[in-house]
C-alpha cells in the first residue's frame, strides 16, 4: 500500500482523542523513535479517517509531515458504521453516514474518540520503518480543542467496551470459518462421489 507524506497541519481531524491513549502511544512513538503505521484520509478534503491519535501526536510535536494513504471516499469499497459487525453486514442502518462524515470533517464539529470505524477494501499497513525526526520538527500546535473529557475510568470502560466488540467480531469469523469448512467438506464428497462414477 503506498503512502505519501504530506502536511501533518493541512490534515483535518474527524473525532476526538482520548487523552491517556494520547499519552500512552505519544510515549511508545517517542522511545522507538520510528512511525510503523501511516494516516487514512480522504483525497479530496484531506481527512483523518483512521489514525486520529497519531495525527494528534504529529501536530502537538510539530512534527511537520505525516505518512498518509489517501483514498477515494466515494468508493463503494469503503465503508462506515458505529460497530466493528458493520464490516461484515452491509444492511440497515450503521448510524452513520458519508456525508455526515464529510460534513463533521470540513466544520471542524468533530465526533467522541472511536465514533467511526471505516472498512477499506486493503489491510491497513504497520510495516513502515521511518524515523521521525526525518518527518521534519516545527513548532508544535495547540491540540486542546482535539483531547476529550473524560476520567481514566471513562477511557477505560470505553477500551472495554471496545474489546467486547473485538470478541464479537472474532465469534463471527470463527462463524464464518466454520461455513466455510462446512462446505468444502461437502464439496470435496461430491467431487469424490463424481470420480467414482467415471
Known amino acids: 500500500m503506498k503512502y505519501e507524506l504530506f502536511e501533518t497541519r493541512k490534515l483535518r481531524a474527524l473525532e476526538k482523542v482520548f487523552p491517556n491513549h494520547l499519552m500512552n502511544l505519544s510515549a511508545m512513538i517517542w522511545k522507538s523513535g520510528i512511525v510503523t503505521t501511516p494516516l487514512i484520509a480522504t483525497r479530496k478534503e484531506y481527512i483523518v479517517l483512521d489514525g486520529s491519535h497519531r495525527h494528534v501526536i504529529f501536530l502537538k510535536n510539530g512534527i511537520r509531515y505525516s505518512p498518509v494513504v489517501f483514498v477515494d471516499y466515494e468508493s463503494d469499497d469503503i465503508r462506515v458504521g458505529t460497530h466493528l459487525m458493520h464490516r461484515h453486514f452491509v444492511d440497515g442502518d450503521k448510524g452513520i453516514s458519508k456525508a455526515e462524515v464529510i460534513r463533521r470533517g470540513l466544520s471542524g464539529e468533530l465526533y467522541p474518540p472511536r465514533t467511526t470505524r471505516h472498512f477499506f477494501p486493503f489491510r491497513k499497513p504497520n ?13 508544535g500546535s495547540d491540540v486542546r480543542k482535539h483531547i476529550y473529557e473524560c476520567t481514566i475510568d471513562e477511557e477505560i470502560a470505553h477500551n472495554v467496551h471496545f474489546l467486547k466488540e473485538l470478541d464479537e467480531e472474532n465469534d463471527e469469523m470463527i462463524r464464518y470459518l466454520w461455513e466455510s469448512l462446512q462446505t468444502k467438506q461437502y464439496l470435496s464428497k461430491q467431487v469424490e462421489l463424481m470420480r467414482q462414477q467415471l
Do not use: F, P, S
Open 127 to 139: 510495516d513502515l520503518d521511518i524515523d521521525i525526526y526525518d518527518l521534519g520538527v516545527e513548532e
